[in-house]
């Protein structure tokens, strides 16, 4: 569609100047929202000496991934100089629970919320969707309380409980959304022929739901590893996710401030994020305009 | 044996009644037709014999067995979707036998039926296909193969011809009428077309408002229809209904018809309507239908109640077999069946015969029968 409607427009000296114009701002704010991302890049893989001799944009004189590798195996965080390693897997044992339960749970909510409607399930899904608009502060002291009678306080489960509990409320959202568009007579069809509810589930309403998956999964993911605030509170000091640890490595100080550790640290916080966003963006965008199915 | 039978069934959505006290009853392989307009309640009546929505009051038996806490699965029907519902990431193959994978049957015997079911409707070729990759009539014939495999006691269809174009519509109509011959099926249709309705049901039920209006053979429906309500639903060209005043004609009744030219006509009733005689003087809608209002009608010259009326022809619209001429009649836009090569001009005066003992009269209040 778009490519048809832009392949009939008319080459005139106008359009030609818009399209100019159009790129040129395209290509401002690029750089706008890259060059930030481009001196961390630049700055971790420069020497101490090189940062305290050039500025801040200056190219660097030499390649140097020592930073890289302190900020991995032996910077210190705290007292503790071992990197941010051993923060990056707690992120990783926290990320892929939490994604993979919320995602789940999301998604059997939203087939109950579109497919097997109860008296009252509009009210709850209502109440449900309030969960979205909830500040994280807000939660913080209900469920630190809950975290320590369940025995999880300071530990990655209990964090892994406070991401899907937060992130429920999303993903039941989207999965419920996805599936209003799923038409009903699949499931009369499906409960006909003799299937229950979880059946009707896994064999007719997840086998279509990729779309919805990919975007739930690279929310959540996002949501859940970028997130600071849950991990400084909820967690203790060897269940830190990455996050919390890329904070006290860069305020940990040990006589000089080492940019290029920060940033080759921060970097490597940021990169899974990038990464899913780069391999994956396409779908998340394919998904979040993914129409009905058609039967 | 009785196949199907509903009493007495009532159905609200919250506050609101859909369906209004229903009772119909079918023998064993008879083939029912639910027709009315959009939103009369023919699918809520079809779910509900489903098993799909629960009956607010009332019952329903199933080979006199009542079913009203019976789970879909459990009551021995198959359901074709309007939208086909064909489940999408499974292939022809999986989605006709789907429902027998879920009764357990073993494996060798599903693969036979769904040779089976396949041979029967020609669908061999699309086995391994995704619905995707089909047209609208293929997935038409997967939706009947998924419910042909069963082998249900009762087949429910759900306007199942709707999203067909017109002449594959009247193909697969046909086929439904051979394939139901064949299996001898207790099947019920919805449709809101009538003529798919009149081609195809043992009986007809006509509903509006969620009630049913008359429950007959298409035959009796079309002759004796039981209100204005069917008199106007059945029949294409719609019957017209002709405003007009009961007058006393010798020992009879009769009504007077003011033609478009000024001539004024009072044809005499036909005496087998004694009812009539209570409405000399009152208004009354006058039931023609356009077949009967013709250039010829056959026996025309042995049968004393057929009249003759000179009308000027307003529109002529030709059908090819026959032309739609309209004329004027009380002040009425009346629709007539004629002939191709006697069809007026417009502006023309034509000479139409119209047969009593074929006409209705209504109350023009109530919408019933006189
Ligand atoms: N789940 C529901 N909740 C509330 N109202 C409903 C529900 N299902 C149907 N209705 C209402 O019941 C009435 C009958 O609907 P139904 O689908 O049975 O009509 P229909 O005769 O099949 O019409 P159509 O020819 O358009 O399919 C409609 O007014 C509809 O709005
Ligand atoms: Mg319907």
Not at chain 2, 215 to 241: C, H
Request: hydrophobic letters at 45%; charged letters at 20%; aromatic letters at 10%.
């Amino acid at each position: 569609m778009a490519e048809k409607s832009l392949a009939v427009v008319p080459r005139t000296p106008g359009v030609v100047a818009g399209r100019i114009f159009i790129y040129t701002l395209l290509g401002i704010a690029a750089v706008y929202f890259l060059l930030p991302f481009l001196v961390m890049v630049m700055t971790s893989v420069k020497t101490m000496e090189d940062i305290r001799m050039g500025t801040l944009i200056s190219l660097p004189r030499e390649i140097n991934f020592d930073a890289w590798s302190e900020a991995w195996s032996s910077a210190c965080i705290g007292v503790n100089c071992q990197g941010i390693r051993g923060y990056f897997l707690n992120s990783i044992k926290m990320v892929i629970p939490a994604v993979f339960i919320s995602t789940a749970l999301g998604a059997v909510n939203g087939y109950v919320f579109s497919k097997w409607r109860f008296k009252g399930s509009e009210v709850i899904f209502s109440m449900l969707l309030i969960g979205c608009f909830i500040p994280f502060q807000v939660i913080l002291l209900p469920m630190a309380l809950t975290l320590g009678k369940l025995g999880i306080a300071q530990s990655i489960n209990g964090l892994v409980l406070v991401h899907v509990v937060y992130g429920l409320a999303f993903t039941t959202l989207f999965f419920r959304n996805f599936y209003v568009s799923i038409p009903d007579d699949l499931v009369r069809a499906a409960r006909i022929d003799g299937a229950g509810f979880f059946r009707i589930f896994w064999r007719i309403i997840l086998p279509v739901s990729a779309p919805i998956i990919v975007v739930t999964v690279i929310w959540q993911t996002t949501q859940i590893w970028n997130d600071f605030l849950f991990g400084v509170v909820f967690s203790g000091g060897d269940s830190q996710p990455v996050t919390v640890a890329l904070n006290n490595l860069v305020n940990t100080s040990t006589g000089v401030k080492k940019y290029n550790v920060d940033m080759a640290a921060a970097i490597i916080a940021a990169s899974p994020t990038l990464l899913v966003y780069i391999l994956a963006g396409k779908y998340f965008l394919r998904g979040l305009t993914a129409g009905s199915v058609k039967g | 044996m009785s196949s199907l039978t509903i009493k007495g069934v009532y159905k609200s959505f919250g506050q609101v009644e859909v369906l209004k006290d229903i009772s119909l009853d079918i023998q064993s392989g008879e083939f029912l037709v639910l027709v009315g307009p959009s939103g009369c309640g023919k699918s809520t009546l079809l779910n509900l014999i489903a098993g799909l929505e629960t009956v607010t009051r009332g019952e329903i038996f199933i080979r006199d067995q009542m079913v009203n806490g019976v789970s879909p699965k459990d009551r021995d029907i198959a359901m074709v979707f309007q939208t086909y519902a064909l489940y999408p990431s499974m292939s022809v193959r999986k989605n006709i036998s789907f429902g027998l994978e879920m009764r357990k049957i073993p494996k060798d015997e599903i693969k036979k039926i769904v040779e089976k079911v396949a041979g029967i409707l020609q669908i061999e070729e699309l086995l391994n296909r995704k619905p995707a990759q089909l047209s609208g009539g293929q997935r038409q014939r997967v939706a009947m193969g998924r419910a042909l495999a069963r082998s249900p006691s009762i087949f429910l269809f759900d306007e199942p011809l709707s999203n067909l174009d017109a002449k594959l519509r009247v193909e697969m109509r046909t086929e439904i009428k051979l394939l139901h011959h064949r299996l001898g099926v207790t099947t019920v249709y919805v449709t809101h077309d009538q003529i798919e309705a009149m081609t195809l049901a043992d009986r007809i039920a006509i509903m509006k408002d969620g009630t049913i209006q008359q429950f007959d053979t298409p035959r009796n429906v079309y002759k004796n229809p039981a209100n204005l309500f069917v008199g106007g639903f059945i029949g294409s060209p719609a019957m017209n209904f002709i405003p007009t005043q009961v007058v006393q004609v010798g020992d009879g009744q009769g009504v007077v018809l003011d033609v478009d030219g000024g001539q004024s006509y009072t044809l005499p009733a036909s005496p087998g309507n004694g009812a009539l005689a209570q409405w000399v003087g009152r208004e009354v809608l006058f039931g023609l239908r356009p077949e009967y209002l013709s250039d010829s009608l056959p026996d025309q010259d042995e049968e004393p109640q057929v009249h003759e009326l000179e009308c000027r022809v307003t529109v002529v619209e030709p059908t090819g077999a026959d032309t739609i001429v309209f004329v004027n009649i009380n002040g009425v836009k009346t629709t007539c069946r004629v002939h191709p090569d006697s069809a007026g001009k417009p502006g023309e005066t034509m000479r139409l015969v119209t047969d009593m003992t074929k006409v209705f009269f209504f109350d023009p209040d109530t919408g019933e029968r006189i």
